[in-house]
């Protein structure tokens, strides 16, 4: 999905910068004018110097500025070709799998149990696109904050949170127990589509890159300040050190698009940081509690439940 980006600053910086040139160009040229002259223009020559030494510095602070702003239109656009292989990935292979089935039951019979087979792949592929298309869409109302007509409630996250667990599970088609819970009563007061979409895309990572023996943990706690502290932990590879800050970025993705084992778009993370500043929280990254795994720890402001 495009990134709409105000082309204003960059665009006034360059002005800025062209007419700074066109003005030291002409102070430069007074200057060498009045100096030689000698004397009789010195205090104008002295006021004219300073002004032009600003102007250079300024000329400069502007071209260090513009530089900035190229290299972060470089990386979003190396970002945005990334995400777009991504998502032409995770539309391709879905539609040539059932076309593949679809092609196979039309041109030739095959046995019973071989369509029950053929039909579950299909309905995988199915959920795979579904779920691209649902990620899409919440990475699109982070642009229409604001907008929602939905009501701000008191989210009960115990019963958000197992709802988010199963839905991971069957998508995965991992047994419940995969995703152990941990839970204490607690509310938070927000969207719940908001709540929804991140411990989703949080408990959805967590599965997708677990162990080969997959074991996710899910903790939930109110503290004594009036906040709720939520852990989601897996046993996989983890997250190197110099790579969690750049996890939460749009379209980032860590490693070549091609050479990926899991499927993704590099927006699951965007949407979790987002979400969470929005509703005046943090979001934390860290080794598992062993040295191995990746912990999520999301703290938003909340309450504990009464009886």
Not at 9 to 27: D, F, K, R, S
Not at 133 to 140: E, F, H, S
Not at 148 to 165: I, N
Not at 245 to 270: A, D, S
Request: hydrophobic residues 45%; contains cysteine; proline residues 4%.
């Amino acid at each position: 999905m495009p990134v709409r980006r105000p082309l204003g600053l960059p665009i006034t910086l360059a002005i800025v910068m062209i007419v700074l040139l066109v003005v030291l160009t002409v102070g430069w040229v007074l200057l060498a004018v009045f100096g030689a002259w000698g004397t009789r223009y010195a205090g104008f020559y002295w006021t004219l110097l300073p002004v032009g030494t600003t102007f250079i510095v300024l000329l400069l602070v502007g071209v260090v500025l513009y530089l900035v702003l190229s290299i972060k239109a470089i990386n979003l656009s190396r970002r945005q070709s990334n995400f777009i292989d991504s998502v032409t990935h995770e539309l391709k292979s879905p539609i040539a799998s059932m076309k593949l089935y679809l092609q196979t039951l039309h041109r030739r019979r095959v046995g019973e149990q071989e369509q029950g087979e053929f039909y579950r792949f299909m309905l995988e592929d199915i959920e795979r696109l579904d779920h691209l298309t649902n990620q899409m869409l919440d990475a699109g109302r982070l642009d229409s904050v604001g907008k929602d007509d939905e009501e701000v409630v008191e989210v009960a996250m115990p019963d958000l949170l197992r709802e988010c667990a199963e839905t991971v599970c069957l998508r995965y088609r991992v047994p419940l127990s995969v995703v152990r819970l941990d839970l204490e009563p607690c509310t938070v007061r927000a969207r719940r589509a908001d709540i929804e979409m991140i411990f989703r895309n949080l408990i959805d990572n967590a599965v997708k890159y677990a162990g080969t023996e997959p074991e996710v943990e899910v903790m939930l706690r109110p503290t004594a300040e009036g906040q709720t502290i939520t852990r989601v932990s897996d046993n996989g590879r983890g997250i190197p050190t110099k790579l969690r800050r750049k996890i939460f970025g749009r379209f980032v993705r860590l490693g070549l698009e091609l050479e990926r084992e899991k499927p993704g778009t590099g927006l699951g993370l965007h949407i979790v940081h987002t979400l969470v500043r929005r509703l005046h929280g943090r979001v934390k990254v860290r080794d598992g509690d062993n040295g191995t795994g990746t912990v999520f720890e999301v703290q938003l402001p909340g309450a504990a439940a009464v009886g």
